[in-house]
């Protein structure tokens, strides 16, 4: 059974920090990329990061680089996203998604095998 857990979430206030964390289970983890995708109510999902655990490649988008850091633990099948100096404007639920193919860019590749975890919101106060 393919299984991605996401966990990490929660209410802090602007400039602080949050890790979130992706246990994937049930698939060849090596052979996936992972990547985070964000979507705050009333908006479009937003691609936040995605890492290759192929080549070990990371990206990211603009309005997350430099505060955000993706890094992935193959030996646990854990995908982290350490989330620093946060703005209200990161609001959303966070989901951990992964894809048989190496990142395009800061979200996995769109395919017919691209798994998603069920979410964990992250709320920045102002």
């Known amino acids: 059974e393919v299984q991605l857990v996401e966990s990490g979430g929660g209410l802090v206030q602007a400039g602080g920090s949050l890790r979130l964390s992706c246990a994937a289970s049930?698939?060849?983890?090596?052979?996936?990329?992972i990547g985070w995708i964000r979507q705050a109510p009333g908006k479009e999902r937003e691609g936040v990061s995605c890492?290759?655990?192929?080549?070990?490649?990371?990206y990211y988008s603009d309005s997350v680089k430099g505060r955000f850091t993706i890094s992935s633990d193959n030996a646990k099948n854990t995908v982290y996203l350490q989330m620093n100096s946060l703005k209200p404007e990161d609001t959303a639920v966070y989901y951990c998604?992964?894809?048989?193919?190496?990142?395009?860019?800061?979200?996995?590749?769109?395919?017919?095998?691209?798994?998603w975890g069920k979410g964990t919101l992250v709320t920045v106060s102002s």
């Open positions: 890492i290759s655990n192929s080549d070990g490649n990371t």
């Open positions: 998604t992964a894809g048989y193919s190496i990142c395009p860019g800061p979200v996995v590749a769109d395919g017919s095998d691209v798994y």
């Open positions: 049930g698939f060849t983890f090596d052979d996936y990329s």
